[in-house]
C-alpha cells in the first residue's frame, strides 16, 4: 500500500519533517473549487455577468469613443484584467455578440443557425450598443477593486439596471456546480418587472433566438429537477416535402441534419434526400421516399432526432460570495428592487450635484453683485483674504443649504477678473432658477421613486424593443407514441408448424410489415393469447391460429370468437378487443380448462359483426341440428370475459354465412386546439364520428382549404381558422380581403374534388389576400360596419349571403361586396328556427358514454355473461 506522506530532509536539530498531503489535497482542491466558481463559471447575481463578460464591456467602455474596435485591440486590451489568454476572450465575446443586445457588431461574426464560427479576430469589429451605454455603465454608481496584477481597476460589479442575467440566459460548469439559465425574451422581462413594481406576481418563460416550439409546463421558474421540450418548426411543403424554418435551442443545422440521417439510417424515418438553404432565415427541405405520410413523418422525427430536444435548467448564480439556487421570478423581483435603489442612487447623486452647483451658483452671485472681492485689497495675508470673503459672506449664510466652507471660499478667489467684468447677474439668476428647478423635479421623482422606475422600464421598451417580439411558440406537447410513427421497414413472418415468428423467416408466410420497435400478438388454437417483442426468430408454441402487429390502446379492431370448455364442456362465443398486456405473458381466452380449444376466430380490424352457421354432430337427442349466430346481438366486451354459451352438444362445424360493418367502426373524433391534434378521450371540439374515406376540412387564414384523414397523427396549420367533418353538401362561404384590388369579396361555393389532399387556394393570389369571414353554416346573415367618410357616416347594413350571390365554383373570384368602406364585419347568430340540412346525426350523449365503458379495463370484466337463448 502506497505511503500517502512524503518526507523532507532533516532540520538543525535532527528531527524529520513530515507534510501530510491529504491535508494539503484537500485544501487545495477546495480553494481551487472556489476560485472557479467565483471567478470562472457562474455568473454574479447582480449584474448577471461572468467575470470575463463583465472585464470585457469594462474593456469596450474604456475603449468607446463612437467607433468601431477591432476584435483583436479588444482581446489584448481584455488581457489587462483577465489572466486566462486570449481564446477565452474571444469566444467569449463572440457569445456576447450572438446575443445582439449589448455589442454593435461589423463583419462575420458567426451563424447561430448553422454553427459556423466567426470570422478572426482581426476580421472582426464591435462597439457598445446603445442599450449598453444606457443600462450598464456609471461609474459614479460602481464600485472598484485592483486588477489581478495591481496595475489597474476593475469594477467588482456593473450597475446593470436590467434583467441582463435572464435576457441572455448563461451556461457555465464549475468544479462540483453547474448553472444553465435560459434567455427570456426581453419584451417580456420589462413587462414583469414592471408588475413586480406594481406588487404583482410575474411569470416567466424562456425564449429562444432559434425560434421553434416550446412546452414549459414542468419549467419549474428554472429550477434543478425542471423540464423544457422544445421543438422544431416543421410544415408540410407538399405531400412529398416537409420544410423545416425553425430549429430547437441548443441545436444547428448540421447537428438536425445529421441526427435526421442518423434516424434514416437505423430506418426510424424514411427520406430521399435533405436540402439544407439556410442563410439568413433556416430552411432545410426534408424530401419524402413515394408513399410516406408527411404527418407520421413529422411525428417520427419529434421522436427520433434533434427535431425536439429536452432542456434541463439549472439556475445557479453568485449572491454575496455565495452559490445560490433561484427561480427566475425571484431573480426577477431582486433585479427589478436593484434597478430601483440603482436609479435611486442616481438620483440622489445627481441632486447632491444639483445643490453643489446652486451653492456655488449662489456664492459667486453673491461674491460679485456685493462687490466683496473687492475688501480683499487690503488683506496682506491669505488667511486676512479668507476671513475677510467670510466676513462679507456672513449676512448671506442663513440664506444657503449648508455652511459655507473655507474650500468655497477658496474657489471664490479663483475667479478670474475677466469672468467679473462680464458677469450677467440676469443669466446668473435664470441659472439658478434652473438649477432650484431641477432640484425639484428631482426630488419629485426620489419621492415617487415606483412610479420613476417604471417609466424607466416602459422607456426602455419603447426605446429598444422594435424587433424583440416573442421567437418560442408556447404549446402543450402531446405525447408522440414511437410505435406509432417509426417506419416499418422489416417484414412479419410466421412458420406455423414449427411456431416461430419474427424478421428471419423470409421463406415463410409473410403476415405484414413492421418496425423494430414492434410487438406481434398472436393467438393459439388451445384458446390462449400473448403479446411478444418482434425480433429475428422468436418461438411462440406449435397451432398458432392468428398472428398481427400489436397496437397498443386499439378500441378499433374486434375479435370474435367460439370455443369450447375441455374436451366435453359447452361451447361459448363471445366479442372482445385487446387493449393493453404483458408483453411474454399467456392469456386464456377461454375458461382456463385443460384441453379446451378454439373452434372459430376472426380478427376485425373495423370492427365487423359476422353471421356463423353452427352445424351440430348428429345425436339421437338433437332434433335441431343447424342453426345461426349473430354476433352483433352481444357487446364487445374485454379479453376476459366467458362469453355466451352457444351450445352444450358438441360442434361439427362452423361456416360464415355474412359479414357486416359495425357501428364500431366509426371513431369518435374530438380536436384539441392545446395541442393542436386530433384525439380520442374527449379533449377540445367535438368533430363527428369518422370511419371509411371520412375526411376533415381545415381553412387557414391565407385562404388556402385542405382535406385530412382523421388519423391521430394528423398535423394543422397553425394559422387555421376553421376545422369540420367534411360534408360535400354544405355550402363554404366566405368573405375575403382581395389584396390586389383592395376590397372585400364574397364567395359561396362548394368543394368539387374530395380526393385532393394538397393544400387549395379558393381566394385570388396577392400577398396581401386574407379571410375575414368564412363558414359553412346553411344561413349567413353579416352585419357590416362602415368607416366615416370625410366626416359622413353611413349606417350598418345587414346582409344574407345567399341573397347577395348564388354558389359558384371554387375556382371563381366571387363578387364585390359593397363599394363603401369597411370598418368591420360581424357574423350573426344563425336562426334558432334554421334546419341544417344533410348533416350527419350527431352522437348523443348515451352513446358517448356506451363508448367511454368500453374503454373499461380489461381485467375488470371477468365475469359470467348471461346464457344465449
Same mark, same amino acid.
Given at each position: 500500500?502506497?505511503?500517502?506522506?512524503?518526507?523532507?530532509?532533516?532540520?538543525?536539530?535532527?528531527?524529520?519533517?513530515?507534510?501530510?498531503?491529504?491535508?494539503?489535497?484537500?485544501?487545495?482542491?477546495?480553494?481551487?473549487?472556489?476560485?472557479?466558481?467565483?471567478?470562472?463559471?457562474?455568473?454574479?447575481?447582480?449584474?448577471?455577468?461572468?467575470?470575463?463578460?463583465?472585464?470585457?464591456?469594462?474593456?469596450?467602455?474604456?475603449?468607446?469613443?463612437?467607433?468601431?474596435?477591432?476584435?483583436?485591440?479588444?482581446?489584448?486590451?481584455?488581457?489587462?484584467?483577465?489572466?486566462?489568454?486570449?481564446?477565452?476572450?474571444?469566444?467569449?465575446?463572440?457569445?456576447?455578440?450572438?446575443?445582439?443586445?449589448?455589442?454593435?457588431?461589423?463583419?462575420?461574426?458567426?451563424?447561430?443557425?448553422?454553427?459556423?464560427?466567426?470570422?478572426?479576430?482581426?476580421?472582426?469589429?464591435?462597439?457598445?450598443?446603445?442599450?449598453?451605454?444606457?443600462?450598464?455603465?456609471?461609474?459614479?454608481?460602481?464600485?472598484?477593486?485592483?486588477?489581478?496584477?495591481?496595475?489597474?481597476?476593475?469594477?467588482?460589479?456593473?450597475?446593470?439596471?436590467?434583467?441582463?442575467?435572464?435576457?441572455?440566459?448563461?451556461?457555465?460548469?464549475?468544479?462540483?456546480?453547474?448553472?444553465?439559465?435560459?434567455?427570456?425574451?426581453?419584451?417580456?422581462?420589462?413587462?414583469?418587472?414592471?408588475?413586480?413594481?406594481?406588487?404583482?406576481?410575474?411569470?416567466?418563460?424562456?425564449?429562444?433566438?432559434?425560434?421553434?416550439?416550446?412546452?414549459?409546463?414542468?419549467?419549474?421558474?428554472?429550477?434543478?429537477?425542471?423540464?423544457?421540450?422544445?421543438?422544431?418548426?416543421?410544415?408540410?411543403?407538399?405531400?412529398?416535402?416537409?420544410?423545416?424554418?425553425?430549429?430547437?435551442?441548443?441545436?444547428?443545422?448540421?447537428?438536425?441534419?445529421?441526427?435526421?440521417?442518423?434516424?434514416?439510417?437505423?430506418?426510424?424515418?424514411?427520406?430521399?434526400?435533405?436540402?439544407?438553404?439556410?442563410?439568413?432565415?433556416?430552411?432545410?427541405?426534408?424530401?419524402?421516399?413515394?408513399?410516406?405520410?408527411?404527418?407520421?413523418?413529422?411525428?417520427?422525427?419529434?421522436?427520433?432526432?434533434?427535431?425536439?430536444?429536452?432542456?434541463?435548467?439549472?439556475?445557479?448564480?453568485?449572491?454575496?460570495?455565495?452559490?445560490?439556487?433561484?427561480?427566475?421570478?425571484?431573480?426577477?423581483?431582486?433585479?427589478?428592487?436593484?434597478?430601483?435603489?440603482?436609479?435611486?442612487?442616481?438620483?440622489?447623486?445627481?441632486?447632491?450635484?444639483?445643490?453643489?452647483?446652486?451653492?456655488?451658483?449662489?456664492?459667486?452671485?453673491?461674491?460679485?453683485?456685493?462687490?466683496?472681492?473687492?475688501?480683499?485689497?487690503?488683506?496682506?495675508?491669505?488667511?486676512?483674504?479668507?476671513?475677510?470673503?467670510?466676513?462679507?459672506?456672513?449676512?448671506?449664510?442663513?440664506?444657503?443649504?449648508?455652511?459655507?466652507?473655507?474650500?468655497?471660499?477658496?474657489?471664490?478667489?479663483?475667479?478670474?477678473?475677466?469672468?467679473?467684468?462680464?458677469?450677467?447677474?440676469?443669466?446668473?439668476?435664470?441659472?439658478?432658477?434652473?438649477?432650484?428647478?431641477?432640484?425639484?423635479?428631482?426630488?419629485?421623482?426620489?419621492?415617487?421613486?415606483?412610479?420613476?422606475?417604471?417609466?424607466?422600464?416602459?422607456?426602455?421598451?419603447?426605446?429598444?424593443?422594435?424587433?424583440?417580439?416573442?421567437?418560442?411558440?408556447?404549446?402543450?406537447?402531446?405525447?408522440?407514441?414511437?410505435?406509432?410513427?417509426?417506419?416499418?421497414?422489416?417484414?412479419?413472418?410466421?412458420?406455423?408448424?414449427?411456431?416461430?415468428?419474427?424478421?428471419?423467416?423470409?421463406?415463410?408466410?409473410?403476415?405484414?410489415?413492421?418496425?423494430?420497435?414492434?410487438?406481434?400478438?398472436?393467438?393459439?388454437?388451445?384458446?390462449?393469447?400473448?403479446?411478444?417483442?418482434?425480433?429475428?426468430?422468436?418461438?411462440?408454441?406449435?397451432?398458432?391460429?392468428?398472428?398481427?402487429?400489436?397496437?397498443?390502446?386499439?378500441?378499433?379492431?374486434?375479435?370474435?370468437?367460439?370455443?369450447?370448455?375441455?374436451?366435453? +364442456?359447452?361451447?361459448?362465443?363471445?366479442?372482445? @378487443?385487446? *387493449? =393493453?398486456?404483458?408483453?411474454? &405473458?399467456?392469456? %386464456? !381466452? $377461454?375458461?382456463?380448462?385443460?384441453?379446451?380449444?378454439?373452434?372459430?376466430?376472426?380478427?376485425?380490424?373495423?370492427?365487423?359483426?359476422?353471421?356463423?352457421?353452427?352445424?351440430?354432430?348428429?345425436?339421437?337427442?338433437?332434433?335441431?341440428?343447424?342453426?345461426?349466430?349473430?354476433?352483433?346481438?352481444?357487446?364487445?366486451?374485454?379479453?376476459?370475459?366467458?362469453?355466451?354459451?352457444?351450445?352444450?352438444?358438441?360442434?361439427?362445424?362452423?361456416?360464415?354465412?355474412?359479414?357486416?360493418?359495425?357501428?364500431?367502426?366509426?371513431?369518435?373524433?374530438?380536436?384539441?386546439?392545446?395541442?393542436?391534434?386530433?384525439?380520442?378521450?374527449?379533449?377540445?371540439?367535438?368533430?363527428?364520428?369518422?370511419? +371509411?374515406?371520412?375526411?376533415?376540412?381545415?381553412? @387557414?387564414? *391565407? =385562404?388556402?382549404?385542405?382535406? &385530412?384523414?382523421? %388519423? !391521430? $397523427?394528423?398535423?394543422?396549420?397553425?394559422?387555421?381558422?376553421?376545422?369540420?367533418?367534411?360534408?360535400?353538401?354544405?355550402?363554404?362561404?366566405?368573405?375575403?380581403?382581395?389584396?390586389?384590388?383592395?376590397?372585400?369579396?364574397?364567395?359561396?361555393?362548394?368543394?368539387?374534388?374530395?380526393?385532393?389532399?394538397?393544400?387549395?387556394?379558393?381566394?385570388?393570389?396577392?400577398?396581401?389576400?386574407?379571410?375575414?369571414?368564412?363558414?359553412?353554416?346553411?344561413?349567413?346573415?353579416?352585419?357590416?360596419?362602415?368607416?366615416?367618410?370625410?366626416?359622413?357616416?353611413?349606417?350598418?347594413?345587414?346582409?344574407?349571403?345567399?341573397?347577395?350571390?348564388?354558389?359558384?365554383?371554387?375556382?371563381?373570384?366571387?363578387?364585390?361586396?359593397?363599394?363603401?368602406?369597411?370598418?368591420?364585419?360581424?357574423?350573426?347568430?344563425?336562426?334558432?328556427?334554421?334546419?341544417?340540412?344533410?348533416?350527419?346525426?350527431?352522437?348523443?350523449?348515451?352513446?358517448?358514454?356506451?363508448?367511454?365503458?368500453?374503454?373499461?379495463?380489461?381485467?375488470?370484466?371477468?365475469?359470467?355473461?348471461?346464457?344465449?337463448?
Amino acid at each position: 500500500m502506497q505511503d500517502n506522506t512524503t518526507q523532507e530532509p532533516t532540520n538543525n536539530n535532527g528531527v524529520t519533517k513530515v507534510i501530510h498531503i491529504d491535508g494539503m489535497y484537500q485544501n487545495w482542491f477546495l480553494d481551487y473549487a472556489s476560485y472557479v466558481i467565483l471567478e470562472r463559471a457562474v455568473p454574479a447575481l447582480y449584474d448577471g455577468l461572468k467575470p470575463v463578460q463583465r472585464r470585457i464591456m469594462h474593456s469596450f467602455k474604456e475603449l468607446e469613443d463612437g467607433r468601431y474596435n477591432k476584435v483583436a485591440n479588444v482581446i489584448g486590451h481584455c488581457m489587462k484584467y483577465h489572466p486566462h489568454g486570449d481564446a477565452s476572450i474571444g469566444d467569449a465575446i463572440t457569445a456576447i455578440g450572438q446575443k445582439d443586445l449589448l455589442l454593435d457588431m461589423q463583419g462575420n461574426w458567426g451563424n447561430i443557425y448553422t454553427g459556423d464560427r466567426a470570422a478572426a479576430a482581426r476580421y472582426i469589429e464591435a462597439r457598445l450598443s446603445k442599450f449598453a451605454l444606457e443600462v450598464v455603465f456609471n461609474p459614479k454608481t460602481t464600485k472598484w477593486q485592483s486588477s489581478y496584477d495591481g496595475r489597474n481597476k476593475e469594477p467588482i460589479n456593473l450597475p446593470v439596471k436590467f434583467p441582463l442575467l435572464l435576457a441572455q440566459g448563461v451556461e457555465g460548469i464549475a468544479v462540483g456546480l453547474a448553472c444553465k439559465i435560459l434567455p427570456h425574451n426581453f419584451i417580456e422581462l420589462i413587462d414583469a418587472s414592471i408588475e413586480v413594481l406594481r406588487g404583482r406576481k410575474p411569470n416567466l418563460f424562456p425564449d429562444f433566438v432559434t425560434g421553434g416550439q416550446a412546452d414549459f409546463s414542468l419549467y419549474n421558474e428554472g429550477l434543478r429537477g425542471g423540464k423544457v421540450k422544445v421543438r422544431a418548426k416543421i410544415a408540410i411543403d407538399n405531400s412529398k416535402t416537409l420544410k423545416i424554418t425553425e430549429i430547437p435551442f441548443g441545436t444547428t443545422t448540421t447537428s438536425l441534419i445529421d441526427s435526421i440521417l442518423a434516424a434514416n439510417d437505423k430506418d426510424k424515418i424514411k427520406i430521399r434526400k435533405i436540402e439544407d438553404n439556410t442563410a439568413e432565415h433556416v430552411e432545410i427541405l426534408i424530401h419524402l421516399t413515394p408513399g410516406i405520410s408527411p404527418d407520421k413523418t413529422i411525428d417520427a422525427l419529434y421522436a427520433f432526432t434533434d427535431c425536439e430536444i429536452s432542456i434541463s435548467p439549472n439556475s445557479g448564480v453568485i449572491e454575496n460570495n455565495t452559490p445560490k439556487f433561484l427561480g427566475v421570478n425571484e431573480m426577477l423581483k431582486i433585479s427589478t428592487n436593484q434597478t430601483l435603489e440603482l436609479l435611486k442612487l442616481e438620483l440622489n447623486i445627481k441632486k447632491g450635484e444639483l445643490e453643489e452647483n446652486w451653492h456655488y451658483s449662489s456664492l459667486e452671485k453673491i461674491f460679485i453683485e456685493k462687490r466683496i472681492y473687492r475688501n480683499i485689497e487690503e488683506a496682506e495675508t491669505w488667511e486676512a483674504v479668507i476671513s475677510t470673503i467670510d466676513e462679507g459672506l456672513a449676512p448671506y449664510k442663513k440664506l444657503f443649504k449648508r455652511s459655507i466652507t473655507e474650500k468655497d471660499i477658496v474657489a471664490l478667489t479663483e475667479i478670474k477678473i475677466k469672468r467679473i467684468s462680464k458677469f450677467d447677474a440676469k443669466k446668473a439668476d435664470e441659472h439658478i432658477l434652473a438649477t432650484e428647478a431641477a432640484i425639484t423635479a428631482v426630488q419629485v421623482h426620489l419621492d415617487n421613486i415606483v412610479a420613476y422606475t417604471v417609466d424607466y422600464f416602459k422607456e426602455l421598451k419603447r426605446k429598444y424593443g422594435k424587433g424583440r417580439e416573442r421567437k418560442t411558440e408556447m404549446k402543450i406537447f402531446g405525447a408522440i407514441n414511437t410505435q406509432s410513427v417509426v417506419i416499418a421497414s422489416e417484414k412479419l413472418y410466421v412458420n406455423r408448424t414449427e411456431g416461430f415468428v419474427g424478421f428471419a423467416l423470409k421463406k415463410d408466410e409473410y403476415i405484414a410489415d413492421c418496425s423494430t420497435l414492434d410487438d406481434a400478438i398472436v393467438f393459439m388454437a388451445d384458446g390462449t393469447m400473448k403479446v411478444i417483442r418482434i425480433t429475428d426468430k422468436v418461438f411462440v408454441g406449435k397451432d398458432i391460429i392468428h398472428v398481427a402487429v400489436f397496437k397498443k390502446g386499439d378500441e378499433h379492431t374486434v375479435y370474435n370468437l367460439i370455443y369450447q370448455d375441455g374436451p366435453k +364442456g359447452a361451447s361459448y362465443f363471445k366479442r372482445f @378487443n385487446v *387493449t =393493453g398486456v404483458t408483453r411474454d &405473458k399467456a392469456y %386464456d !381466452l $377461454s375458461k382456463g380448462t385443460k384441453d379446451s380449444k378454439i373452434l372459430y376466430f376472426t380478427a376485425n380490424e373495423n370492427g365487423e359483426t359476422e353471421i356463423v352457421n353452427v352445424q351440430l354432430k348428429p345425436h339421437p337427442s338433437v332434433r335441431k341440428v343447424e342453426f345461426d349466430i349473430d354476433f352483433a346481438q352481444i357487446d364487445i366486451k374485454g379479453r376476459g370475459v366467458l362469453g355466451n354459451v352457444v351450445t352444450k352438444m358438441p360442434i361439427k362445424k362452423i361456416v360464415l354465412k355474412s359479414k357486416t360493418v359495425s357501428k364500431t367502426s366509426q371513431r369518435m373524433i374530438w380536436f384539441d386546439d392545446t395541442t393542436q391534434r386530433l384525439n380520442i378521450d374527449g379533449y377540445g371540439t367535438y368533430l363527428g364520428a369518422f370511419g +371509411g374515406d371520412d375526411k376533415i376540412l381545415t381553412i @387557414n387564414t *391565407t =385562404g388556402h382549404y385542405t382535406l &385530412k384523414s382523421f %388519423d !391521430l $397523427s394528423t398535423h394543422f396549420d397553425e394559422e387555421m381558422v376553421l376545422i369540420e367533418r367534411l360534408d360535400v353538401l354544405k355550402t363554404i362561404s366566405t368573405i375575403y380581403y382581395d389584396g390586389d384590388k383592395k376590397e372585400y369579396i364574397v364567395k359561396r361555393f362548394k368543394i368539387d374534388n374530395v380526393n385532393n389532399l394538397n393544400k387549395t387556394l379558393f381566394i385570388t393570389e396577392h400577398a396581401d389576400s386574407c379571410i375575414e369571414l368564412v363558414t359553412t353554416q346553411h344561413t349567413v346573415v353579416v352585419d357590416i360596419a362602415y368607416a366615416k367618410v370625410k366626416g359622413v357616416e353611413t349606417p350598418n347594413e345587414t346582409l344574407d349571403l345567399a341573397q347577395v350571390m348564388d354558389v359558384i365554383g371554387q375556382r371563381a373570384k366571387g363578387k364585390r361586396l359593397t363599394v363603401n368602406k369597411i370598418k368591420e364585419i360581424t357574423l350573426l347568430p344563425a336562426p334558432v328556427q334554421e334546419i341544417i340540412v344533410n348533416e350527419p346525426t350527431p352522437t348523443t350523449p348515451e352513446d358517448q358514454e356506451v363508448d367511454r365503458q368500453r374503454k373499461i379495463d380489461d381485467d375488470d370484466l371477468n365475469q359470467t355473461e348471461i346464457k344465449f337463448e
